[in-house]
């Protein structure tokens, strides 16, 4: 079965500091995979995706992600945060060829941006 | 905002009780998927309609149930409730069919409190 790790739960930083959240998927065949965001109160939105090309992929905001197949990874990095970007950030993977097309959702990371 | 709404923003009820949430996608998108989000568990998939069909199913109790209709709106039906029922429902859309593995677009969820 697949399923998605994040590995920081809570993540506090500095505005101006740079971020990285990490996001290693378990299934071995074709993925898609997406960062969605969620606001204070608010609904899961789209940061960025990939599907095929180059695994470099921007976002909104001036996020990125990275793609690397070889460790099932799709790290989100930003450069410099800024206390709007406080939230909560979810890696989400959708797996080809399983019969069931629903987003494996990691367990979310808590970013809290101090000014 | 994702063009899929929910009602109601908020449910209170008391165990052993029964509720209905409604979701109603995005214009042109067939396909729904409700979501649930607990502290415990994070976001875990729920069920998948698409075009009024029944498409995929994942960790979804027998006390819940869901239909879409011909207008493509969906109905998730909680029954029996329990206090760890308590949790944010999330409805999700996309256009479905060849552009299943695309993104999804979530509404604003519906908070729902058992007692």
């Known amino acids: 079965a697949q399923s998605v790790s994040q590995h920081n739960h809570h993540v506090i930083l500095s505005e101006a500091a740079s971020l990285e959240l990490g996001c290693n998927y378990s299934y071995g065949g074709t993925v898609n995979l997406f960062w969605y965001v969620q606001y204070p109160g608010q609904h899961l939105q789209l940061l960025l995706k990939y599907f095929s090309g180059d695994p470099l992929v921007k976002g909104i905001k001036g996020f990125e992600a990275e793609f690397i197949k070889s460790k099932f990874s799709f790290n989100l990095r930003k450069p410099s945060v800024q206390w709007s970007d406080t939230a909560e950030y979810f890696c989400a993977v959708n797996a080809f060829q399983t019969g069931a097309n629903n987003l494996f959702f990691g367990t979310g990371t808590r970013l809290t941006v101090i000014p | 905002d994702s063009g899929v709404t929910q009602t109601p923003k908020h449910l209170i009820t008391a165990t052993g009780q029964r509720v209905t949430l409604r979701c109603s996608p995005r214009s042109g998108d067939l396909s729904v998927y409700w979501y649930q989000q607990s502290l415990d568990q994070g976001l875990q998939f729920l069920i998948q309609?698409?075009?009024?069909?029944?498409?995929a199913k994942g960790n979804i109790l027998e006390r819940f149930s869901a239909q879409q209709f011909p207008d493509l709106h969906s109905e998730l039906n909680l029954s029996s409730l329990e206090l760890g029922d308590s949790a944010l429902y999330f409805c999700a859309s996309n256009p479905g069919g060849v552009a299943e593995y695309n993104e999804q677009f979530f509404g604003p969820g519906t908070r729902l409190t058992v007692l």
């Open positions: 309609y698409y075009n009024g069909e029944e498409r």
